[in-house]
C-alpha cells in the first residue's frame, strides 16, 4: 500500500462548556482544530486531527509514495528532516498528526483496532475524570464528578492553584462525589479522607504556574487537609531541579511532561528524578514519541499516564503500556465531526473493535464546522500575569 496524497481541512467548534485553568481562570469554549486525511492506492484513508498545514505540507514530500507500514522510518524522516530547529513546536504538531493518521492506517490494513497493532492484551485502560473546569461553578464541578463517578471512575485532577482555600473546598467536592463510586465504601469522607494512595486517587494540576518555592507550601498547605495522589506541572516543565525539589518535599507524586515536545526531552526528567509519573501526549510527536517516552519511563521504574484526546482515541496507546497508570477523560464534546468506538465503564475507557482508531467520521459536519467564525483571536490560552514569579488569586 503506497500513501498518494495528504489533505487538510481547518475547522472551528465550540465544546459543551468552557475549559480553564490557572492560566486561564476565566476560561474559553471556541476552539480551532485540522483535520489530515492520508490517502492511498489501496483506497484506505488514515485520519488524524492536529498541526497546521504549512506544517503539514512541508513534510508531505517524506510521506507521500511511501508503505504507512513503515510509520516508524517515516517518523525517523521526519523528525531528522526538522533536526536543525528541533522537533518542538507546531512542526511537532503536524509531525504528530502525520503519524497518527499512519498508525490508523497501518492497522486499518491489518483489519485490527489499533490496540491490538499496538500489542495490547485487553482494550480497555484505567480512566481519571479531568475537569479542566477552573471557571466551573462548584455545582457544576460536582455534577460533573458525579458523573463520571457513575461510570465507575475513582481517579480525579482538578484543575487549581492561585488559591488554597478554594482548592480545598473544591478537592472536597471531587473527593464526595468519587468516594461513591469505591467499591464497598472505603472512600471515607472528604473530612476523613482515608491515607493516599488509596481510592479516591485526588490529583490537582497547577499548569505551571507557580516556582517551586511558592509550589512547596501551597501543596503541604492543602497535604494537610487532604492526601494528593500527583500534582501536576507544579513548576516548569524544563525546571528538572525545581520538579525534583517538590517531589522530594511532598507527600504527592509530580507529574509532569505533557508539554514537551521531543520523546528524548524527558530524558534529564528522568535522570534528575522530576517526575514520579510521566505523561505520553499526542503532542509527543505522535503515537511513536509516545511509545518512546513510555519505554524511557519504564526504565526508571516510573509509570505513565496518559493525556486526554476527543473520543479517548489515545487509549489505543494506553492499554498497549506496560506501565501505564490511568487515561485522563474529560466530557465536554470536542471536535465533534467524528465519533471513537470507546465507551467508559467500570471505571475504565472501553475500546472496540473497529479497525484503526476506530473514528466514525460526518464529512458533513466538517463542512459546517469549516467555515470559520465571524471573530476569533488565538485560541490558546497562554501563561498568564504572575506565572512563576508571584501568585494572582483569580480576582486580579
Ligand atoms: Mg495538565
Not at 499548569?207 to 501551597?218: G, H, L, R, T, V
Not at 520538579?243 to 508539554?259: D, I, K, M, P
Request: with cysteine.
Amino acid at each position: 500500500m503506497t500513501v498518494t496524497a495528504i489533505r487538510t481541512k481547518p475547522y472551528w467548534y465550540r465544546t459543551d462548556r468552557p475549559f480553564a485553568d490557572a492560566n486561564f481562570p476565566k476560561g474559553r469554549q471556541e476552539w480551532a482544530g485540522l483535520a489530515v486525511f492520508i490517502d492511498t492506492d489501496e483506497g484506505l484513508t488514515g485520519v488524524s486531527i492536529g498541526g497546521n498545514e504549512a506544517g503539514i505540507e512541508s513534510l508531505a514530500p517524506l510521506v507521500v509514495g511511501k508503505d504507512p507500514a513503515g510509520v516508524r522510518g517515516i517518523w525517523k524522516s521526519m523528525v531528522d528532516q526538522v533536526f536543525k530547529g528541533g522537533n518542538r513546536g507546531s512542526i511537532t504538531g503536524a509531525i504528530a498528526a502525520i503519524d497518527i493518521a499512519l498508525w490508523d492506517l497501518k492497522a486499518k490494513a491489518a483489519g485490527w483496532p489499533l490496540w491490538k497493532l499496538l500489542g495490547a492484551s485487553e482494550p480497555r485502560a484505567r480512566a481519571y475524570a479531568s475537569d479542566i473546569g477552573y471557571c466551573l461553578s462548584d455545582d457544576e464541578l460536582r455534577s460533573f464528578y458525579a458523573r463520571m463517578a457513575a461510570r465507575g471512575v475513582t481517579a480525579g485532577k482538578l484543575k487549581g492553584g492561585l488559591d488554597p482555600e478554594r482548592d480545598l473546598r473544591r478537592l472536597r467536592i471531587m473527593y464526595e462525589e468519587l468516594a461513591k463510586a469505591v467499591p464497598g465504601g472505603r472512600g471515607g469522607s472528604p473530612d476523613r479522607p482515608t491515607a493516599a494512595p488509596i481510592e479516591p486517587l485526588i490529583c490537582l494540576d497547577s499548569n505551571e504556574y507557580w516556582n517551586p518555592k511558592q509550589a512547596i507550601p501551597y501543596i503541604r498547605t492543602l497535604e494537610r487537609e487532604m492526601p494528593l495522589f500527583w500534582v501536576e506541572e507544579p513548576a516548569d516543565r524544563w525546571d528538572y531541579e525545581g520538579l525534583a525539589r517538590v517531589s522530594r518535599a511532598v507527600e504527592a507524586q509530580v507529574a509532569t511532561g505533557e508539554n514537551l515536545n521531543d520523546p528524548k526531552e524527558v530524558v534529564p526528567l528522568l535522570t534528575h528524578g522530576a517526575a514520579d509519573v510521566l505523561q505520553p501526549n499526542s503532542g509527543h510527536s505522535g503515537i511513536t514519541g509516545m511509545l518512546m517516552i513510555a519505554d524511557l519511563a519504564y526504565g526508571f521504574n516510573i509509570p505513565v499516564a496518559v493525556m486526554n484526546s476527543p473520543g479517548n482515541y489515545l487509549a489505543h496507546v494506553a492499554a498497549a503500556l506496560p506501565n501505564h497508570l490511568m487515561i485522563e477523560v474529560v466530557d465536554a464534546g470536542r471536535d465533534n465531526w467524528f465519533t471513537v468506538d470507546s465507551r467508559i465503564e467500570g471505571g475504565e475507557v472501553v475500546l472496540g473493535d473497529r479497525p484503526g482508531l476506530g473514528w466514525q467520521i460526518d464529512l458533513e459536519k466538517l463542512e459546517e464546522l469549516a467555515v470559520p467564525p465571524a471573530h476569533h483571536d488565538a485560541f490558546n490560552f497562554g501563561r498568564r500575569k504572575g506565572a512563576g514569579i508571584l501568585i494572582h488569586g483569580e480576582a486580579r
